[in-house]
């Protein structure tokens, strides 16, 4: 069976500055996805990044970056120039690329940004 | 993006008392939805898989009768909890696919809670 783990239950960055979010992940699948989402404090879960497993170029959006290391089974989060409104629960998911389209979820990291 | 909406955003209940949730896909046609529960500053743990047309896919330890899925259409699931107990009480939130349109990624619902008393 699959597993997300996140290994950092809370981080803390100042604003404007570079966090980085780790998830790592176990697998016997060659074929994958892996998400990025965020949870505020409204508790809407918001996609930030996704990533194929068969690609070997990381995904970007804006100020959001992923280093995907395939090998190593690795998928962490960079966030660029952090704004307050980044603060929240970021959770990394994995979906197997056959079957139920269900999503495993790791524990989530808790991000603060200071002022 | 495509926009799930989910009903109530919080309700309050007896104990023994049954609530229903209604999970609605706005502005796409979802053959699969998906319920999750999350406890307070925890993950979300998946309860079932439903699909449009035939019953839902539980997860092990997720009591099919207590927790009641009906997909009845492509746009609409409903997750029904009976006969209610405090330990019931959680965050409860829906998400869905897009079997045509970014068909790997779910969207979700903003979430109910649920407090029985």
């Known amino acids: 069976a699959q597993t997300v783990t996140q290994s950092q239950p809370e981080m803390s960055v100042q604003e404007a500055e570079t966090v980085t979010l780790s998830c790592t992940y176990d697998t016997s699948e060659s074929d994958y996805y892996l998400f990025w989402y965020k949870q505020p404090p409204s508790r809407q879960m918001i996609l930030v990044i996704r990533q194929e497993a068969y690609k070997q170029q990381n995904a970007t959006e804006n100020r959001f970056s992923v280093n995907f290391q395939k090998a190593a089974k690795s998928f962490s989060l960079k966030i660029s120039d952090s704004q307050l409104g980044d603060a929240a629960m970021y959770f990394c998911?994995?979906?197997?690329?056959?079957?139920?389209?269900?999503?495993?979820f790791g524990t989530g990291t808790r991000l603060k940004v200071l002022a | 993006g495509a926009v799930v909406s989910q009903h109530p955003s919080w309700v309050i209940c007896k104990s023994g008392t049954s609530v229903k949730i209604e999970c609605r896909s706005l502005d796409f046609q979802a053959t699969t939805m998906f319920w999750y529960r999350q406890f307070p500053k925890q993950s979300l743990m998946l309860m079932a898989t439903s699909n449009e047309g035939s019953k839902a896919t539980y997860e092990q330890g997720v009591e099919k009768d207590k927790f009641l899925i009906n997909h009845a259409s492509l746009t609409l699931s409903t997750l029904t909890v009976t006969s209610a107990h405090p330990e019931d009480s959680s965050f409860y939130i829906c998400s869905a696919r897009d079997p045509y349109l970014a068909k790997n990624i779910q969207y979700f619902g903003a979430g109910t809670r649920l407090s029985v008393l």
């Open positions: 998911a994995y979906r197997s690329a056959i079957g139920t389209y269900k999503y495993i």
